[in-house]
């Protein structure tokens, strides 16, 4: 058999990646090159480092949506989770008169697993499809935000907290780059060990990629989606304080909508909307393409409302790109059946 | 053997789905280093027994008694620790990862792994391969696999463990003979271990060569059991299915001269070459070899699903374009897929309309309207012709049993009037009495003009209804075995050799 020969198509294969990762750096590369070309002035280090400020959130969003997309689900309770989270950490600590940089942070992400623990029970307990829940979920927790927590604009943050938001690493070209950037790239090296070396991740491919081959070789579904869905409402929840730490204010009308935006940088990353498919680096990938696209968008002065279409657009393409990889990989499979004969 | 110790006992087991007795106190004795045969016609209740023992289903009542101790319901991971392994009519990877992972997922969870090692699982999956004489690149995607080597690596990953009973659901229905014979191999060399090992097989001949003792279903009980000398094929026959059921060669004599199917010189690089041959009206050809012989291949080029370089193919003198399915249905050809379960079946959708998916057109009337009572008509005869044991023809396809969700698929196709039906291994998987049900159908087709390419390696079937049999290997055709020499013993010799 000829498959350990390695062909020409092997390592083109190899080079666009499992999750085509190569093909999102490609994209990525080619961006730039046009923008060097035709605005050469615009390609400077202060873009960088406004990509990687509007990068961190998202970043640290779709984090818990890629969980949840492998292990063949989808949330849109993300956003709801994340601003519920960090608004009544914010209402808790004025109203205590709490003063601290690091536990809002930690509180947050408590709070988003507390509220993932309802999604956990929906999906995990009572079986219910996934979207369904968590746009049940998304419904429930902003109503409860408005109704219980408050609905008004919060214009200062604690000091300590405001002081976080305003820290910077470094500086780039005059653009300051935020230190929240440091913990939201531990959590993603993190997640990306856990994802590719332990039991646990490899179990949420294998519940994406085939549910009930899955339970037939022992895997728990239930308890790896239990904690799927409370991990990813943590991170969630953690994402929401860094928004509001970076934002410098805190209102409870923030980040909701945003869901599209993050989806379609998980689904351009590789994530599969089959699930079973997907990884850290697609999606750090897919953020920065689409915070250089939306970032472009703005220089080119195209009105905001266009900036939703695109994002649709940019979904369909990865979507489109995936079913044609798919399409790719099962051709293979004939080939490779065929190479038999030779 | 029969005085070696008892592994695994089921007694009073009863399982039903809905309305569907699937098991009925059924018992079920497995010894230590026996290979046991788990027979019975599809839809008797053997992938629920095996499901049951393997902790994937709860019985609704009955016990389980292993290693000592007895319950009314084993978990899955209880199962695999207490050595438990399954090769799943379905197979039940995971097509989304490797090989390697693969092979090595079930003994990651008996291990009760945290951290795992890629380099591990390919270590392991390497060293299973070579147990098994196998060449499989252990970082290949499963989903890039062939149905065959994904057959094979579900086998990987049973040994893979340390194993006590292996339950082996239909485990060869993809497999070439080579790789039947070295399985048969490891399944000795596990025997000699103390391994417990059953099998479920349709193919009588894999049956008696291979078990010691066989336990045979009927409608979810269990109908005889007894050491392999008990029974001979006509008594295995009887049990399974209630009746006789002769393998005899029934062909008809009145083929036409007009050719209808015209293959003539068709080359494909690397697959096949050269290949020409002309089926006529009213014909059954029977096209065998090895599996990777290419013989596939050539019905895929048939039907345009790989296209051929050289050469053409010609219905009824109207040459089909290479590489064009469109053009090959308007040609007037039907094909049935080998890999019925992925490429001819909507398993979520009702039974019905799986049945009609192929013919719906001839259940219209002018304007297009569908016209339900003749669609019902429809489907309760092709339920009845292929005896489909369903529960309600409204139920979704995934809800039957394996063989009779092959069924299905050929049913579908058996329901439309082509010039040309090509059936790729339409029997594999479909037990005795409904392949003769099958096999009759094929011989009414072709009484009524229809030309049957019949693509198989289950030698008493074709000569059961072929009138002539041409042999592939290594992408050629080596031999025409003509009407008057087709017996067993010739196609099997000159398919071998
Ligand atoms: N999940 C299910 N839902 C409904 N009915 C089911 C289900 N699983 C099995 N059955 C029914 O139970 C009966 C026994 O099925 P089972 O799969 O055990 O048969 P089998 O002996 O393995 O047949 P085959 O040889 O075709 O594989 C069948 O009538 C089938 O339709
Ligand atoms: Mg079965």
Not at chain 1, 179 to 195: C, Q, R, T
Not at chain 1, 235 to 246: C, K, T, Y
Not at chain 2, 19 to 41: K, P, Q, T, Y
Request: glycine letters at 10%; proline letters at 3%; hydrophobic letters at 50%.
């Amino acid at each position: 058999m000829s498959v350990l020969t390695r062909t020409p198509q092997f390592h083109i294969a190899r080079l666009r990646g499992r999750n085509n990762e190569g093909v999102l750096l490609g994209i990525i590369a080619l961006l730039l090159l046009l923008i060097a070309m035709f605005s050469p002035g615009t390609l400077s280090p202060a873009m960088f480092a406004d990509i990687l400020r509007s990068s961190v959130v998202n970043m640290a969003l779709a984090l818990g949506v890629l969980l949840i997309i492998i292990s063949g689900g989808i949330d849109v309770s993300f956003t709801a989770i994340a601003i519920f989270a960090a608004y009544s950490t914010v209402v808790l600590m004025r109203s205590i008169g709490l003063d601290n940089g690091i536990l809002p942070f930690l509180a947050a992400a408590v709070i988003g697993a507390l509220l993932g623990i309802i999604n956990a029970v929906l999906v995990a307990g009572f079986k219910l499809q996934t979207l369904i829940a968590t746009l049940g979920s998304q419904g429930i927790v902003r109503g409860a935000l408005l109704a219980f927590v408050g609905s008004v604009y919060i214009s200062s943050l604690p000091s300590a907290l405001a002081q976080i938001g305003d820290a910077r690493l470094t500086t780039i070209g005059g653009s300051a780059v935020s230190v929240l950037v440091i913990p939201v790239i531990l959590l993603a090296v993190g997640l990306a060990v856990v994802l590719r070396k332990t039991m646990f991740g490899r179990s949420i491919y294998a519940i994406g990629g085939a549910p009930e081959s899955a339970r037939r070789a022992g895997i728990r579904v239930g308890r790896v989606q239990t904690v799927i869905y409370i991990a990813a409402g943590a991170l969630s929840g953690f994402a929401g304080m860094v928004h509001v730490a970076l934002v410098g204010h805190a209102s409870p009308f923030e980040l909701v909508g945003t869901e599209l935006t993050v989806i379609a940088a998980v689904v351009i990353g590789g994530a599969s909307d089959a699930g079973g498919r997907g990884s850290v680096q697609g999606v750090a990938l897919g953020v920065v393409l689409l915070a250089l696209i939306q970032n472009s968008l703005v220089r080119l002065g195209v009105p905001g409302f266009w900036h939703t279409a695109v994002v649709g657009v940019v979904i369909l393409l990865g979507v489109a790109i995936q079913a044609q990889s798919r399409r790719r990989r099962s051709k293979r499979s004939t080939i490779l059946e065929s190479a038999v004969t030779a | 053997m029969t005085d070696n110790p008892v592994v695994l006992r089921a007694r009073g087991i009863d399982k039903s789905y809905g309305g569907v007795h699937a098991l009925a106190d059924a018992d079920l004795e497995i010894r230590a280093g026996e290979v046991h045969c788990l027979a019975g016609a599809n839809g008797s209740g053997k992938s629920t027994l095996i499901k049951i023992l393997s902790g994937v289903e709860a019985p609704d009542r009955g016990e389980i008694e292993i290693a000592g101790t007895v319950t009314s319901k084993l978990s899955v991971v209880g199962s695999i620790s207490h050595g438990i392994q399954v090769i799943y009519q379905d197979l039940s990877l995971f097509p989304n990862l490797t090989v390697a992972e693969n092979v090595a997922m079930t003994t990651r969870v008996a291990g009760r792994a945290r951290i795992i090692s890629i380099t591990a699982a390919r270590e392991l999956t390497l060293t299973v391969m070579k147990r098994l004489e196998l060449d499989i690149d252990p970082d290949a995607l499963l989903e890039e696999l062939s149905v065959a080597q994904r057959q094979l690596v579900a086998i990987c990953r049973a040994i893979a463990n340390d194993v006590r009973v292996l339950f082996m659901d239909e485990p060869t229905t993809a497999l070439t003979w080579n790789e039947v014979g070295t399985l048969f191999q490891v399944v000795s060399a596990l025997k000699a271990d103390g391994v417990a090992i059953v099998f479920v097989s349709h193919k009588t001949e894999e049956v008696f060569a291979l078990s010691d003792r066989i336990t045979v279903l009927r409608n979810g009980k269990v109908v005889a059991v007894g050491g392999v000398a008990e029974f001979d094929r006509d008594s295995l026959v009887e049990a399974l299915i209630g009746r006789q059921e002769l393998e005899e060669r029934i062909v008809s004599s009145d083929v036409h001269d007009s050719p209808v199917l015209e293959v003539n010189s068709i080359s494909a690089p690397g697959l096949f070459a050269e290949i020409s041959f002309t089926a006529h009206a009213g014909e059954i050809i029977g096209l065998t070899g090895l599996m990777g012989s290419g013989r596939s291949e050539v019905a895929d080029a048939i039907f345009g699903i790989i296209p051929f370089t050289s050469g053409r193919v010609a219905v009824d003198g109207h040459d089909i374009r290479s590489g064009d399915v469109a053009s090959a249905i308007s040609a007037g050809i039907a094909y049935v897929p080998s890999d019925r379960l992925t490429q001819g079946i909507f398993l979520d959708q009702a039974i019905s309309r799986n049945l009609v998916a192929s013919s719906i057109s001839s259940l219209a009337n002018k304007l297009g309207w569908l016209r339900p009572k003749a669609i019902r008509a429809g489907v309760d005869k092709l339920i009845d012709e292929l005896s489909l044991k369903v529960g309600s023809p409204d139920d979704p396809v995934s809800s039957l049993s394996g063989g009779n969700q092959q069924r299905v698929v050929i049913g579908k196709w058996l329901a439309t009037n082509p010039r040309v039906l090509v059936l790729n291994g339409p029997t594999v998987g479909v037990d005795i009495g409904s392949k003769a049900a099958i096999l009759q159908i094929l011989r009414e087709k072709a009484a009524q003009g229809i030309t049957v390419l019949l693509i198989s390696d289950d030698v008493p079937e074709l000569v059961s209804v072929c009138h002539r049999v041409l042999v592939v290997r290594r992408g050629r055709l080596v031999d025409e075995i003509a009407s008057q020499n087709v017996t067993v013993e010739a196609v099997r010799e000159r398919s071998i050799a």
